[in-house]
């Protein structure tokens, strides 16, 4: 096992930064990682007890994916836009992803009506209005799993998609 030496500014005198104080916090997380990892049931069991709280959520299932279904074009498809539908017993979402790093997403939700979608990622989440008639947009956003939680409009009880890999 390799030693590692943290070299630390004097606290008590106010010589430590912000900066320099998560860098420090960052190397001990690293180093706690490699020592001493979650157990996998462990986290196992942190994401199950992490759906209960979504427990009053209708989920939306995957039903089309654009790049899945077009497998057999994969060597001509260009960088083009992604397009997803996910369908719960009553609701339909469809959205479009487009983008490189930070993508952009353009949806609809079928019934139309206004409400709100939170689009959850890697980087926390953002809420963004829908419209009367069910659109919404939402850009900037990393790259990595997203999910959307949709309320209001012409759902009855929020609706979540599944996690998809941007």
Do not use: Y
């Not at 004097?10 to 990892?37: F, H, K, T």
């Not at 049931?41 to 427990?55: D, G, P």
């Not at 009053?56 to 039903?63: G, I, K, V």
Request: a negative charge; hydrophobic letters at 45%; one cysteine or more.
């Amino acid at each position: 096992m390799s030693e590692e030496r943290i070299e630390i500014a004097s606290v008590s005198d106010g010589g430590v930064s912000e900066d320099e104080l998560d860098q420090l916090m960052a190397q001990l997380g690293s180093i706690a990682n490699r020592l001493d990892p979650v157990p996998a049931a462990v986290r196992e069991a942190a994401r199950a007890a992490f759906a209960w709280c979504t427990v009053d959520a209708e989920l939306a299932a995957l039903t089309f994916d654009s790049w899945a279904d077009d497998r057999a074009l994969v060597g001509v498809r260009g960088g083009g836009a992604r397009q997803l539908t996910f369908e719960a017993e009553k609701v339909i979402v469809e959205i479009q992803l487009s983008g490189g790093p930070t993508a952009s997403l353009v949806g609809q939700i079928v019934p139309a009506g206004a409400g709100s979608v939170e689009v959850r990622h890697e980087g926390g989440s953002t809420t963004v209005d829908v419209d009367a008639l069910g659109r919404f947009t939402a850009g900037r956003l990393p790259g990595g799993p997203l999910s959307l939680r949709c309320s209001g409009g012409g759902t009855a009880v929020p609706v979540e998609t599944e996690w998809v890999a941007v």
